[in-house]
């Protein structure tokens, strides 16, 4: 799909974000876009499939990474080209901008990097839909200034995910303001509603999380107006190579996404119409 037309049926919404965490194998990360493109049709949302080729900020030098650049480029354009669903994955630095604009929809760029200006202008100039994670340590107001260093590159198919705020150690909290505040700004509001119960750090050399309240904080979030709920989604959970304490059981997905639409349609009068 064409960038603009696109950034256009993001803008529409509502849509939803989800996927593996990481690449762990091709096979599994294909089964599971094929389950969220169809858990998705069933709900009438639109729907972008996610999954990282490189997970650069593990807590621990042992923690999993996934399969690199270059296959996991090759898995995610192969993914995207079968299940006909568009790709979004991370970038790190800027070197990794060009290859990974040619084999995926959207760029993404990570909660911890949100304030690197030549990280964000990179991603920017490609061309590609941009969605960039708030800071933990960020205020929602302080996404205006980052949003200004992306549309000075005259690319203005930007998005910004919510994804929780430190709050003490190894804990998060979502101020359900950010919705309104992000949304002021003109561009499509998303919730991390997986990151978001996240525990950073909490399993010492791992993050912990309770995928309990996943179901809770996307809700919530559409009921505020969120624009795309981000999910993660694992067949399981407890065995997910990355972020599997916070990540969505893959068989839960269906039904969490016939509620979100029933949200959706009862909150937003132009949502599923």
């Given at each position: 799909m064409?960038?603009?037309?696109?950034?256009?049926s993001?803008?529409?919404?509502?849509?939803?974000?989800?996927?593996?965490?990481?690449?762990e194998?091709?096979?599994?990360?294909?089964?599971?876009?094929?389950?969220?493109?169809?858990?998705?049709?069933?709900a009438?949302?639109?729907?972008?499939?996610?999954?990282?080729?490189?997970?650069?900020?593990?807590?621990?030098?042992?923690?999993?990474?996934g399969?690199?650049?270059?296959?996991?480029?090759?898995?995610?354009?192969?993914?995207?080209?079968?299940?006909?669903?568009?790709?979004?994955?991370?970038?790190?630095?800027?070197?990794?901008?060009?290859?990974?604009?040619?084999?995926?929809?959207?760029?993404?760029?990570?909660?911890?990097?949100?304030?690197?200006?030549?990280?964000?202008?990179?991603?920017?100039?490609?061309?590609?839909?941009?969605?960039?994670?708030?800071?933990q340590?960020?205020?929602?107001?302080?996404m205006?200034?980052?949003?200004?260093?992306?549309?000075?590159?005259?690319?203005k198919?930007?998005?910004?995910?919510?994804?929780?705020?430190?709050f003490?150690?190894?804990?998060?909290?979502?101020?359900?303001?950010s919705?309104?505040?992000?949304?002021?700004l003109?561009?499509?509001?998303?919730?991390?509603?997986?990151?978001?119960?996240?525990?950073?750090?909490g399993?010492?050399?791992?993050?912990?999380?309770?995928r309990?309240?996943?179901?809770?904080?996307?809700?919530?979030?559409?009921?505020?107006?969120?624009d795309?709920i981000?999910?993660?989604c694992?067949?399981n959970?407890?065995?997910?190579?990355c972020?599997?304490?916070?990540?969505?059981?893959?068989?839960n997905?269906?039904?969490?996404?016939?509620?979100?639409?029933?949200?959706w349609?009862?909150?937003?009068?132009?949502?599923l119409?």
């Amino acid at each position: 799909m064409q960038s603009e037309a696109l950034y256009s049926s993001l803008c529409a919404g509502p849509f939803i974000i989800a996927g593996p965490c990481v690449l762990e194998s091709y096979e599994l990360a294909e089964d599971t876009a094929f389950a969220v493109a169809e858990a998705a049709r069933a709900a009438g949302l639109f729907a972008v499939f996610k999954s990282s080729f490189d997970k650069a900020n593990r807590s621990s030098l042992g923690g999993f990474r996934g399969p690199g650049l270059a296959k996991g480029l090759e898995w995610l354009s192969r993914i995207g080209a079968k299940t006909g669903l568009p790709v979004i994955t991370d970038i790190h630095e800027t070197h990794e901008v060009a290859p990974v604009a040619e084999a995926v929809d959207i760029l993404q760029i990570p909660a911890f990097l949100s304030r690197q200006t030549a990280l964000l202008q990179a991603a920017a100039r490609s061309g590609r839909v941009v969605n960039v994670k708030k800071g933990q340590f960020l205020a929602p107001w302080d996404m205006k200034p980052l949003l200004e260093k992306l549309l000075t590159t005259g690319n203005k198919k930007i998005m910004l995910t919510e994804r929780g705020s430190s709050f003490g150690y190894n804990n998060l909290v979502v101020d359900m303001r950010s919705f309104p505040v992000m949304r002021e700004l003109g561009v499509p509001v998303i919730m991390d509603a997986t990151h978001a119960v996240q525990l950073p750090g909490g399993q010492g050399a791992s993050s912990g999380g309770d995928r309990r309240y996943v179901p809770t904080l996307a809700k919530a979030a559409v009921a505020v107006g969120a624009d795309g709920i981000f999910l993660e989604c694992h067949p399981n959970p407890d065995e997910a190579l990355c972020d599997g304490p916070n990540s969505l059981e893959l068989a839960n997905l269906p039904a969490l996404l016939q509620d979100l639409a029933a949200l959706w349609k009862l909150c937003r009068k132009d949502a599923l119409s």
